[in-house]
């Protein structure tokens, strides 16, 4: 077969001999359907050999630029695929058919040469388990940290938090087909619906922003990992993420697109490389901030309400702390993870460095600030309070 008609190089080139033989091997009518279904209905034989021929005049749709996102071009390269798989599926039918044999039969054959072929799922190398399997993308050194290499997302310090990032995408799907399968029922009404999507969006916001491993753990809301608040014991200090989850998960969703999984360990080890923390919940990206320093509603006074720091980050302060859309924005649409990760270092460098040591010095001055109130007794307390505190890597 030339390379037109067999454009990855497949060695294996079946007959009408091997279709028939296949046929008797089989025992039964078999269809190999092309998405991945089974039809053991011999009237579905004659639809089946119709769409065989469909999908054999298809033109090719892979790019031939030699400039291209691989990543982006595994789509087209299934499709590709799919298409010569049933050109060659519809030159045994159609040579079947050519001496008489039963077009329903012709399709049977063509089905038993389909099963013969490797399938469209062993050749979209871009897919398996919902993980990327081509390997690092990345090309500029400046992005790539020590240790990240071809590989890196399936080693055993990686391979757990990348199977889980990839997942979150299709349960997101699941998860809000059901809230609405539920309003539109009426087991929920219109603020329930939203309020359970807004809470979706939080959690996922989380995780998307989250690649835990065993020497940086997710510690969020784990019970052990939530620090007494110094300046009042009785109460549980606050974990504040020192890059907002809100404005990270659009990064790491457009690197799960575009990237390989080693690329997206990449981009998790380059944002930690840019700012001195981890993204997300894990321990390194984690400051305990006092309740009243952390968001307004915790505020003992109203004059601390805009001094938490959820209050001046804002737009109507800082303006370092802004909603996804925004965020979705300013990513935009780069065409590989070098792109993404060029414009991710001065997003960096402008909202989440900023976010970082803001929150830091307001955490340092209301500590110092309630540290001069003490006797020498209860500073030793305070300062042993203070050693557990989180400070995102510092």
């Given at each position: 077969?030339?390379?037109?008609?067999?454009p990855?190089?497949?060695?294996?080139?079946?007959?009408?001999?091997?279709?028939v033989?296949?046929?008797?091997d089989y025992?039964?009518?078999?269809?190999?359907?092309?998405?991945?279904?089974?039809?053991?209905?011999p009237?579905a034989?004659?639809?089946y050999?119709?769409?065989?021929r469909e999908?054999?005049?298809?033109?090719?749709?892979?790019a031939?630029?030699?400039?291209?996102?691989?990543?982006?071009?595994?789509?087209?390269?299934?499709?590709?695929?799919?298409?010569s798989?049933?050109?060659?599926?519809?030159?045994?039918?159609?040579?079947?058919?050519?001496?008489?044999?039963?077009?329903?039969i012709?399709?049977?054959?063509?089905?038993?040469?389909?099963?013969?072929?490797?399938?469209?799922?062993?050749?979209?190398?871009?897919?398996?388990?919902?993980?990327?399997?081509?390997?690092?993308?990345?090309?500029n050194?400046?992005?790539?940290?020590?240790?990240?290499?071809?590989?890196?997302?399936?080693s055993q310090?990686?391979?757990?938090?990348?199977?889980?990032?990839?997942?979150?995408?299709?349960?997101?799907?699941v998860?809000?087909?059901?809230y609405q399968?539920?309003?539109?029922?009426?087991?929920?009404?219109?603020?329930?619906?939203?309020?359970?999507?807004?809470k979706l969006?939080?959690?996922?916001?989380?995780?998307?922003?989250?690649?835990?491993?065993?020497?940086d753990?997710?510690?969020?809301?784990?019970?052990?990992?939530?620090?007494?608040?110094?300046?009042?014991?009785?109460?549980?200090?606050?974990?504040h993420?020192?890059a907002?989850?809100?404005?990270?998960?659009p990064w790491?969703?457009?690197a799960?697109?575009?990237g390989?999984?080693?690329?997206?360990?990449?981009?998790?080890?380059?944002?930690?490389?840019?700012?001195?923390?981890?993204?997300?919940?894990?321990k390194?990206?984690?400051?305990?901030?006092p309740?009243?320093?952390h968001?307004?509603?915790?505020?003992?006074?109203?004059?601390?309400?805009?001094?938490?720091?959820?209050s001046?980050?804002?737009?109507?302060?800082?303006?370092?702390?802004?909603?996804?859309p925004?965020?979705?924005?300013?990513v935009?649409?780069?065409?590989?993870?070098?792109?993404?990760?060029d414009k991710y270092?001065?997003?960096a460098?402008?909202?989440?460095?900023?976010?970082k040591?803001?929150a830091?010095?307001?955490?340092?001055?209301?500590?110092?600030?309630?540290?001069?109130?003490?006797?020498?007794?209860?500073?030793?307390?305070?300062?042993?309070?203070?050693?557990?505190?989180?400070?995102?890597?510092?």
């Amino acid at each position: 077969m030339n390379e037109e008609g067999n454009p990855l190089g497949l060695n294996y080139t079946p007959n009408i001999g091997d279709a028939v033989q296949g046929i008797q091997d089989y025992g039964k009518t078999v269809v190999n359907f092309w998405g991945g279904a089974v039809r053991l209905v011999p009237q579905a034989l004659t639809s089946y050999r119709e769409s065989i021929r469909e999908e054999a005049a298809k033109p090719s749709t892979f790019a031939t630029s030699t400039s291209i996102n691989p990543i982006k071009e595994l789509g087209s390269l299934s499709e590709d695929y799919a298409t010569s798989e049933a050109k060659t599926m519809e030159s045994v039918a159609s040579g079947l058919e050519s001496v008489g044999v039963p077009t329903p039969i012709a399709g049977a054959a063509a089905g038993i040469t389909g099963a013969l072929l490797p399938g469209p799922t062993d050749v979209n190398i871009a897919m398996k388990g919902g993980s990327a399997l081509l390997g690092l993308t990345v090309q500029n050194p400046k992005f790539l940290t020590k240790g990240i290499e071809q590989g890196v997302g399936q080693s055993q310090l990686y391979k757990t938090g990348v199977q889980k990032l990839r997942r979150l995408e299709s349960d997101g799907i699941v998860k809000r087909k059901m809230y609405q399968e539920q309003f539109d029922t009426g087991v929920i009404n219109e603020k329930q619906l939203q309020s359970r999507l807004s809470k979706l969006k939080k959690r996922e916001d989380a995780s998307y922003s989250t690649l835990g491993t065993v020497d940086d753990p997710d510690i969020f809301e784990v019970k052990s990992q939530v620090q007494r608040d110094p300046i009042d014991p009785t109460l549980p200090a606050h974990q504040h993420h020192a890059a907002a989850k809100a404005m990270t998960t659009p990064w790491v969703k457009k690197a799960l697109k575009l990237g390989d999984d080693d690329d997206v360990v990449a981009f998790f080890e380059f944002h930690k490389m840019l700012t001195g923390s981890g993204m997300g919940n894990v321990k390194s990206g984690m400051i305990d901030l006092p309740g009243f320093a952390h968001i307004p509603r915790d505020a003992r006074t109203p004059s601390e309400i805009p001094m938490a720091v959820h209050s001046f980050m804002k737009k109507s302060g800082a303006d370092i702390e802004m909603l996804t859309p925004r965020v979705e924005k300013i990513v935009g649409d780069p065409k590989n993870m070098d792109e993404l990760m060029d414009k991710y270092s001065t997003f960096a460098a402008e909202y989440l460095i900023p976010q970082k040591e803001l929150a830091l010095k307001r955490l340092n001055q209301v500590l110092t600030q309630h540290r001069e109130t003490l006797t020498p007794k209860q500073v030793k307390v305070f300062d042993g309070l203070v050693s557990k505190l989180n400070k995102a890597g510092t």
